[in-house]
């Protein structure tokens, strides 16, 4: 028999009082940048993970110690600003009754506020984003028994794709722009230690980055175009990353433009228009309703906020079976304490199923010279998305095997 349950069914185990429901509730802040730039990450994870605990609650909340206990949302916008994450970050550590956290789309605000809640020892999820160094900054300290954890394909694994994507269509002499923030400098950083991975094979012609807030990109365009790049590689947050593809078309400077997979939100899509079709992208999640396993997700999604297109689907779905780990971590503590909690996600012991796989173990106990050991995402979790006509399909049909089948991380 199969060391597997859906959490649902992990939910139902035991009957319950209303009184001890009413008096008993867990805690769960989610965070993110629900304005802004950066918003249709922000909004779509949350949400994703709101609608993950609805049905949470619904079924009666989660069996903690054999108590029914409710999950409360503690809700914060941190407008993708650093200083506001800082604030954020803060406020809800200082609550005393936060069990965990679910959020953070930008590197910056992850490196100004996390410290906080390592301080405390309150376990964070970061999803859907953030880059390498949010993770890093903790290995390269040396941290010990961190509670921060995360929940996307890394920025190591989407470069490394970026990267062989460009060989496999014979591109060799590249151009990398980027944005100026944390995120796209940590991007930059990933994309040119896996070109050295290659051992002089792909060559840079050219590195150029962008401000947030840009709208012409004509410069940096011109430079790569005389460089001779025959693919530009890119890294960033917002709709600059439209600046860029409607910049590319103007010129007529007709390469592939292969980047991080912010290139799959809507800001990107409905801004570039026609000129982002055929831009190539890592995705966890496609919006697909005949990939079996991401249909019903997507038409609760669809049903639940009123809208035919999800603004962000990696981001909803991360932010989904993010909440439904978290939730049978805390089964599994039989505790709302963070610490629980804690070396409960690093130690599960069921298959957790969700809309983009069934969970295994994602997690492992932190080693401080193994940053993977708090990633969840591994290389055959992330496929190749492409932009067509305003939504992402899978770059290679084949791969929608990927995604049907049930995936388990060790």
């Given at each position: 028999?199969?060391?597997?349950?859906?959490?649902?069914?992990?939910?139902?185990?035991?009957?319950?009082?209303?009184?001890?429901?009413?008096?008993?509730?867990?805690?769960?802040?989610?965070?993110?940048?629900?304005?802004?730039?950066?918003?249709?990450?922000?909004?779509?994870?949350?949400?994703?993970?709101?609608?993950?605990?609805?049905?949470?609650?619904?079924?009666?909340?989660?069996?903690?110690?054999?108590?029914?206990?409710?999950?409360?949302?503690?809700?914060?916008?941190?407008?993708?600003?650093?200083?506001?994450?800082?604030?954020?970050?803060?406020?809800?550590?200082?609550?005393?009754?936060?069990?965990?956290?679910?959020?953070?789309?930008?590197?910056?605000?992850?490196?100004?506020?996390?410290?906080?809640?390592?301080?405390?020892?309150?376990?964070?999820?970061?999803?859907?984003?953030?880059?390498?160094?949010?993770?890093?900054?903790?290995?390269?300290?040396?941290?010990?028994?961190?509670?921060?954890?995360?929940?996307?394909?890394?920025?190591?694994?989407?470069?490394?794709?970026?990267?062989?994507?460009?060989?496999?269509?014979?591109?060799?002499?590249?151009?990398?722009?980027?944005?100026?923030?944390?995120?796209?400098?940590?991007?930059?950083?990933?994309?040119?230690?896996?070109?050295?991975?290659?051992?002089?094979?792909?060559?840079?012609?050219?590195?150029?980055?962008?401000?947030?807030?840009?709208?012409?990109?004509?410069?940096?365009?011109?430079?790569?175009?005389?460089?001779?790049?025959?693919?530009?590689?890119?890294?960033?947050?917002?709709?600059?990353?439209?600046?860029?593809?409607?910049?590319?078309?103007?010129?007529?400077?007709?390469?592939?433009?292969?980047?991080?997979?912010?290139?799959?939100?809507?800001?990107?899509?409905?801004?570039?228009?026609?000129?982002?079709?055929?831009?190539?992208?890592?995705?966890?999640?496609?919006?697909?309703?005949?990939?079996?396993?991401?249909?019903?997700?997507?038409?609760?999604?669809?049903?639940?906020?009123?809208?035919?297109?999800?603004?962000?689907?990696?981001?909803?779905?991360?932010?989904?079976?993010?909440?439904?780990?978290?939730?049978?971590?805390?089964?599994?503590?039989?505790?709302?304490?963070?610490?629980?909690?804690?070396?409960?996600?690093?130690?599960?012991?069921?298959?957790?199923?969700?809309?983009?796989?069934?969970?295994?173990?994602?997690?492992?106990?932190?080693?401080?010279?193994?940053?993977?050991?708090?990633?969840?995402?591994?290389?055959?979790?992330?496929?190749?998305?492409?932009?067509?006509?305003?939504?992402?399909?899978?770059?290679?049909?084949?791969?929608?095997?990927?995604?049907?089948?049930?995936m388990l991380n060790k």
């Amino acid at each position: 028999m199969k060391a597997y349950r859906s959490i649902l069914a992990v939910l139902l185990a035991t009957t319950f009082s209303t009184s001890a429901m009413a008096a008993n509730v867990v805690k769960i802040a989610i965070t993110g940048p629900f304005s802004g730039g950066s918003a249709p990450m922000g909004v779509s994870m949350r949400d994703g993970a709101k609608l993950a605990i609805a049905g949470i609650n619904q079924n009666g909340g989660i069996n903690v110690g054999g108590k029914r206990m409710k999950i409360e949302i503690v809700e914060r916008d941190d407008e993708g600003k650093n200083d506001r994450g800082a604030l954020v970050a803060q406020e809800i550590s200082s609550m005393g009754d936060i069990s965990a956290v679910i959020g953070t789309v930008n590197t910056g605000v992850a490196l100004t506020g996390d410290k906080y809640y390592v301080e405390k020892g309150i376990v964070k999820i970061i999803t859907p984003a953030a880059g390498s160094a949010s993770m890093t900054q903790w290995s390269n300290a040396g941290t010990r028994n961190l509670p921060i954890f995360r929940f996307a394909a890394y920025d190591g694994i989407q470069a490394r794709m970026v990267v062989e994507q460009a060989i496999k269509m014979g591109c060799l002499r590249v151009a990398i722009l980027h944005d100026a923030t944390n995120y796209g400098v940590s991007g930059r950083d990933d994309l040119l230690r896996q070109i050295n991975n290659q051992g002089g094979r792909v060559k840079v012609v050219t590195v150029e980055k962008f401000a947030i807030g840009d709208k012409d990109m004509t410069a940096q365009l011109l430079k790569a175009k005389a460089a001779g790049a025959q693919a530009i590689l890119i890294w960033g947050i917002g709709p600059e990353l439209a600046a860029v593809a409607s910049g590319k078309q103007k010129l007529g400077f007709r390469v592939p433009m292969i980047g991080g997979w912010t290139l799959s939100m809507s800001n990107f899509i409905d801004t570039a228009g026609a000129a982002g079709n055929g831009v190539l992208m890592p995705q966890t999640f496609i919006e697909d309703e005949s990939i079996a396993r991401a249909k019903p997700f997507i038409q609760a999604y669809h049903k639940a906020y009123g809208v035919t297109r999800i603004p962000s689907p990696v981001s909803a779905a991360q932010g989904y079976d993010a909440a439904l780990l978290l939730a049978e971590a805390i089964h599994e503590a039989g505790s709302t304490n963070p610490s629980g909690i804690r070396e409960s996600l690093e130690n599960l012991k069921v298959a957790v199923k969700g809309c983009i796989a069934d969970w295994k173990k994602p997690w492992s106990k932190w080693d401080p010279s193994k940053v993977e050991t708090h990633e969840a995402f591994r290389r055959e979790n992330t496929v190749m998305g492409k932009v067509q006509n305003g939504h992402v399909v899978l770059a290679n049909p084949a791969d929608k095997i990927v995604l049907q089948g049930k995936m388990l991380n060790k």
